[in-house]
């Protein structure tokens, strides 16, 4: 497990090695979160939870334990952990775009500029200070547009603002590069200066941005699964290029949007994912809203295979991503950040449902009980996306289907009917202790 030379060590539980594709009926875990993890974790059957530094098989931790301890850490086979080891560079702003510049000059390089522009989703993105004169160039090519400043390594909104000035950036070069921690060091923070997007898609006035899950549990080869539920997170107040300053009506916070004087507790600020496709499929055509998911899906394909030969391939890790998705008013979704512990905290009952099954359904992947083939197309909510290459539906009929129409097997904003599937998918089990 967790520490070195552990080999053949028989846990507390009567744990022993076992023949591949066996099932365990106790898994020791670990979880470093207080949140809907945790309720997760204490539900499912056969497993108990260890403390401090005892032996584990499954570890649910935080970024920050990953630093410290996973480079001294020995595993056995069969444990598994919640994050991949270099993780942050698809998660931290700046690598992220690193990373995906970099992947759109190969595919230029080797497929030409129709496949390259196929990685056209992020807004242009300057690393401050060190692109510096790069991101000056370019904005004085574009007069009177809006830029965002975001520091690279923060959350939540924190240290986040508009600007349209250099002026403003100036301020910030004297007393803004610091954060309070650094003030006496002399390290400076490293921000992303990007394009914001000014015509953001507006309902009912309001501006939002989607939280979609994926989870990645091989990056060589790439096998990700695309979660059927998400949901967008609503702007309390109407949407307005006047006043910049405004963290209520640009969402540049999301945390706060329950304190806005205008924040209406009865419509709250979001929405599931499912209701926002039915309401853009009656107000655009389904042929529309088609091409909008698929653009969608092309982003998350993409910002993985980005990273697919930086990030540290190892069969232990796991990670869910949440990605934050903004639409624009021609219906172009845009990639805004991809997140390694997305909030795990709810914020209402049909967040905390939402987020229950999202992990439930996390664990039935990862499989430590080992019940399932490894053969999987969905489980649960989760629909395989790409294995090594795309998957295609189950009820598609290929002979029928030229391979440029190949219908991908994602299903966001669909129908979940996830009971119904796990019930079917592990009714073999259904003798033994199971959720
Ligand atoms: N380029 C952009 N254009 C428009 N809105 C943006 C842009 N970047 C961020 N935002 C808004 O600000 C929010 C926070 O930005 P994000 O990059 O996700 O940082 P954080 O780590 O603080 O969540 C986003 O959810 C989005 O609503
Ligand atoms: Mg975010």
Redesign the pocket.
């Known amino acids: 497990m967790s520490k070195s030379k552990t080999s053949g060590y028989k846990g507390p539980c009567g744990y022993q090695k076992r023949k591949e594709g066996e099932g365990r009926n106790c898994v020791r875990y670990k979880c470093g979160l207080t949140n809907t993890i945790q309720d997760v974790l204490r539900h499912r059957p056969g497993w108990v939870e260890v403390k401090d530094d005892a032996e584990w098989d499954f570890n649910w931790c935080d970024v920050g334990w990953l630093r410290e301890n996973f480079d001294h850490s020995y595993m056995e086979e069969h444990v598994r952990i919640c994050h991949f080891r270099n993780h942050y560079e698809l998660t931290r702003?700046n690598l992220m775009v690193k990373n995906l510049k970099r992947h759109r000059k190969a595919l230029e390089r080797e497929a030409g500029r129709l496949e390259a522009a196929k990685c056209d989703f992020f807004?242009r993105?300057f690393e401050l200070p060190s692109e510096y004169h790069l991101f000056v160039e370019e904005f004085k090519r574009n007069p009177g547009s809006t830029w965002?400043m975001?520091p690279v390594a923060?959350?939540?909104?924190?240290?986040?603002f508009l600007f349209r000035k250099l002026k403003d950036i100036m301020d910030w070069k004297k007393d803004g590069t610091r954060s309070e921690e650094q003030r006496d060091e002399t390290q400076v923070e490293s921000y992303v200066a990007?394009?914001?997007?000014?015509n953001?898609y507006l309902i009912n006035g309001r501006?939002?941005?989607l939280r979609v899950y994926v989870l990645v549990t091989s990056y060589n080869p790439l096998k990700a699964w695309l979660y059927r539920d998400g949901f967008a997170?609503f702007?309390s107040t109407r949407y307005s290029l006047s006043s910049i300053d405004d963290q209520y009506i640009?969402?540049?916070?999301?945390a706060v949007q329950k304190t806005a004087p205008d924040y209406d507790p009865e419509k709250g600020c979001k929405w599931q994912i499912r209701q926002l496709r039915r309401y853009l499929t009656a107000k655009h055509g389904s042929e529309t809203v088609e091409t909008l998911f698929k653009d969608i899906d092309n982003i998350f394909v993409r910002s993985l295979q980005s990273v697919q030969k930086v990030i540290i391939n190892d069969k232990h890790c796991f990670e869910l991503y949440g990605y934050?998705i903004?639409l624009d008013q021609d219906l172009k979704p845009?990639l805004?950040?991809v997140?390694a512990s997305p909030s795990l905290t709810a914020s209402s009952q049909e967040d905390y449902d939402l987020k229950f099954r999202l992990l439930e359904d996390t664990l039935h992947i990862v499989d430590m009980e080992g019940r399932l083939t490894g053969k999987e197309k969905r489980v649960g909510g989760f629909d395989l996306m790409w294995n090594d290459g795309p998957v295609c539906r189950e009820d598609v009929n290929l002979e029928t289907l030229g391979s440029s129409s190949l219908k991908a097997n994602t299903h966001l904003g669909c129908v979940n009917d996830r009971e119904k599937q796990l019930c079917q998918l592990l009714k073999p089990f259904s003798g033994q202790k199971k959720t």
């Open positions: 702003k807004p993105t965002i975001k923060r959350s939540q909104g924190k240290g986040i990007q394009r914001y997007i000014e953001p501006k939002f941005d997170r702007s640009h969402l540049t916070n999301v934050d903004l845009w805004i950040e997140n």
